[in-house]
């Protein structure tokens, strides 16, 4: 009798594991949104961004290079879960070399997340940038040791100059999922849970530059009214986590922040599955966690009646903008 008991345990341990196992690997095909593929930098002098996975973009016009959040250690989802997480020096250099980075004249992190700030105080200490960011992420530059004169702590709305471009951070909300939130209060040494990266501070980051305006929004959160007066050529537009939200509050989202800065060009980030090492080619979420289909569609039908180009960025190769 135990041994059958024994045995049934066992055959439903393995259907389980199997079933989570497939329902982990259902994911939509990147592949899938090729025909939205925007055309690579032809070297002509101008801005171009680089997409690096999440919210980690590579602003430069050739003299002076900006990186959004700076996240490359991408901790495998067993860490993430159950263990502690520390930035990963390996994978922060593979980055940096792969796309030729080795100075950096800011570091602008978009929230506390583990995914945004984690690595961005070694990557601005390896880069020689300035560090900006929430009272948390200087939490997280304290903890690291990095040199609290080597960071600033930007001032909602006013505006940061950086050679000819000017970084204007907006306070914003972060996607409500419920994890991490609140505030880092102490400094914070790695390792440590990845739920110790509390949000802090969410900011929608404004880069303005002779040639045109980018307006980076690493969550897809917002703040009703936040926008209004702004406007920009390009978004580049969280959707991470959209499709668990309502209806509802996707169209409010795309209206508070498409419909308020009037794009020309916008592009997705924060949609790759981000407990994948960069080594990999990045993959979509899983369909369980997030629906990337389904949120593109929204996408597609809003640039059509916005009239907005809707556009995927390659990985780790610079497309002009604006
Ligand atoms: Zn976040």
């Known amino acids: 009798m135990i041994r059958k008991l024994a045995w049934g345990v066992l055959l439903l341990l393995v259907v389980a594991t199997v079933a989570m196992m497939y329902v982990l690997n259902d994911r939509p095909d990147l592949d899938g949104y090729r025909d939205l593929a925007a ?7 101008g801005v171009n961004v680089t997409f690096l996975g999440v919210s980690t973009l590579l602003i430069s016009d050739g003299e002076t290079h900006i990186m959004t959040d700076g996240f490359f250690s991408r901790p495998s989802l067993w860490n993430v879960a159950l263990g502690k997480i520390r930035p990963d020096g390996e994978r922060i250099a593979d980055a940096l070399d792969l796309v030729g980075i080795h ?14 700030a984690m690595d961005a105080p070694e990557v601005a200490d390896r880069t020689g940038a300035i560090l900006v960011g929430s009272e948390s992420t200087a939490n997280i530059a304290s903890g690291g040791a990095f040199p609290r004169t080597r960071m600033v702590i ?16 907006l306070v914003s909300r972060h996607l409500p999922h419920g994890l991490a939130e609140g505030t880092i209060d102490a400094p914070l040494t790695p390792p440590v849970r990845a739920t110790d990266y509390r949000e802090g501070t969410t900011y929608v980051v404004q880069i303005e530059h002779p040639s045109g305006t980018l307006t980076v929004v690493g969550s897809a959160g917002f703040v009703e009214g936040a926008l209004t007066g702004y406007s920009s050529d390009v978004v580049l537009l969280g959707v991470g ?3 668990a939200m ?8 795309y209206n508070e922040v498409l419909g308020r800065l009037q794009p020309k060009r916008v592009f997705p980030i924060h949609y790759d599955d ?3 090492p960069l080594s990999e080619p990045l993959v979509l979420q899983p ?3 997030d629906d990337f289909e389904q949120t593109m569609a929204e996408l597609r039908e809003r640039a059509g009646s916005d009239g907005f180009a809707l556009q995927m960025l390659p990985f780790a190769e610079p497309v002009a903008v604006p």
């Not at 055309?39 to 002098?45: A, H, L, T, Y």
């Not at 309502?246 to 989202?253: A, C, D, G, I, N």
């Open 39 to 45: 055309p690579r930098w032809d070297g002509q002098p």
């Open 103 to 116: 100075r950096l004249d800011a570091v602008v992190v978009l929230h506390s997340h583990y995914d945004h």
């Open 154 to 169: 930007p001032e909602p709305g006013v505006p940061l100059t950086f050679g000819r471009f000017v970084v204007t951070m």
């Open 241 to 243: 986590g959209l499709s």
């Open 246 to 253: 309502t209806p509802e509050y996707r169209r409010t989202y």
């Open 274 to 276: 981000f407990t994948r």
């Open 287 to 289: 369909r369980l966690l």
